[in-house]
């Protein structure tokens, strides 16, 4: 069984901030990663993924990775009132019996207040 | 371009019914997947596809069948459904496993 962990949450942070989304996970084989953002009432909508160490960013977002410590996280830059979400670290399990499949954390709720 | 199209988005059982949840895709994807999400819990996975005519099972496949007769359509059916079943079903698609999935809109399920 896979495991993805994500902080607990609710996480709040005022408008403007940066704000910081956190996953672990158990399988140290993964190598695709993925964050989805979900709206309340809505379905995951896909905003990052990466598959090597290091950092990718995508206009205010950052996603960061680091295999050795099975750690990767979000970062949100200058948070917007619409940011406000669920948002689900998702992992790809890369061998074995359940090669393919993409094992989600319970998400982290995220607020930003104006 | 509709992408992932689900049917009912909403829909009340009695305990023992059973029913057909649809999902169809226009993408061309040979992955498809369905997931159930609980309040407070992540996404879990109920069954999968990796082509027309192959299906196997997730972590939660008990109380549920599917089919894939066709590349576009993977219909999940619940069988003699009961108040466990309650949750949001949502279907997703993929290329690869490494493009990440698109997901229906979902179909919101009670169970009474």
């Known amino acids: 069984q896979k495991e993805v962990e994500q902080n607990s949450g609710p996480l709040s942070v005022p408008e403007g901030a940066i704000a910081s989304l956190n996953c672990t996970y158990s399988?140290?084989?993964?190598?695709?990663f993925f964050w989805y953002r979900q709206y309340s009432g809505k379905s995951p909508e896909l905003i990052m993924s990466?598959?090597?160490?290091g950092d990718k960013e995508d206009g205010r977002f950052t996603a960061q990775l680091n295999k050795a410590s099975q750690y990767v996280s979000l970062l949100i830059r200058d948070s917007q009132p619409s940011d406000s979400a669920t948002y689900l670290c998702a992992v790809i399990a890369d061998r074995g019996s359940t090669l393919g499949r993409l094992y989600f954390g319970r998400g982290t709720q995220l607020t930003v207040w104006p | 371009n509709a992408g992932v199209t689900q049917t009912p988005k909403f829909r009340i059982l009695k305990i023992g019914q059973s029913m057909t949840l649809q999902c169809t895709q226009d993408?061309?994807?040979?992955?498809m997947y369905w997931y159930r999400q609980d309040p407070g819990m992540g996404l879990k996975l109920i069954y999968y596809s990796v082509g027309a005519g192959i299906t196997d099972k997730g972590e939660v496949p008990n109380g549920y069948n599917v089919s894939r007769s066709t590349t576009e359509d993977f219909p999940l059916r619940l069988e003699l459904a009961a108040p466990s079943q309650t949750s949001v079903y949502f279907c997703?698609?993929?290329?690869?496993?490494?493009?990440?999935?698109?997901f229906g809109s979902g179909t919101r399920l009670t169970v009474v």
């Open positions: 993408m061309n994807h040979n992955y």
């Open positions: 997703a698609s993929t290329f690869g496993q490494n493009y990440g999935y698109t």
């Open positions: 399988d140290r084989v993964s190598q695709s």
């Open positions: 990466i598959y090597s160490n």
